[in-house]
């Protein structure tokens, strides 16, 4: 290996990819959270950093947090998105919703577009893209 073979690889820095966390609550107390099976791909399998967002202070320093980021991870969850942002009553009162992730994510996905950010969703962040870029959603997609 070249002297600047050597450098390069010691001052390569790891790509950042930010994620927004949920809302859970035990207990009666607001907990912010990401479970291990969303993050520990990206450490180890991605060889990437996780910087987590909570969602539960707005988005006044989403530029922050995107600043930082070198793509955004969309992760699954446990809630439904609000209904009313894609025009619908919720057909589903007893499913967890999580507004906060809500009112974080999707403004999140329209400013890592607008940056040109690479986006990787799956579950409820493919329903967020979803929502985000004017779509809507079957709620009870196994009665369709």
Do not use: W
Not at 81 to 98: S, W
Not at 111 to 135: D, H, S, Y
């Amino acid at each position: 290996m070249s002297d600047n073979t050597a450098k390069t690889a010691k001052t390569r820095r790891k790509p950042v990819v930010l994620m927004s966390m949920g809302t859970y609550e035990r207990n009666g107390h607001p907990y912010q959270v990401m479970t291990h099976k969303y993050i520990l791909p990206i450490t180890d399998i991605s060889d990437c950093v996780p910087v987590l967002a909570p969602t539960c202070c707005g988005i006044e320093d989403l530029d922050a947090y995107l600043d930082l980021a070198d793509g955004v991870y969309l992760t699954g969850a446990g809630s439904n998105i609000d209904p009313a942002l894609y025009g619908q009553e919720n057909m589903t009162p007893k499913k967890a919703q999580d507004k906060d992730r809500d009112n974080f994510d999707l403004p999140l996905i329209h400013a890592a577009i607008k940056r040109g950010l690479p986006i990787f969703a799956v579950c409820r962040g493919m329903q967020e893209m979803n929502v985000a870029l004017g779509g809507d959603i079957y709620q009870k997609a196994y009665t369709q």
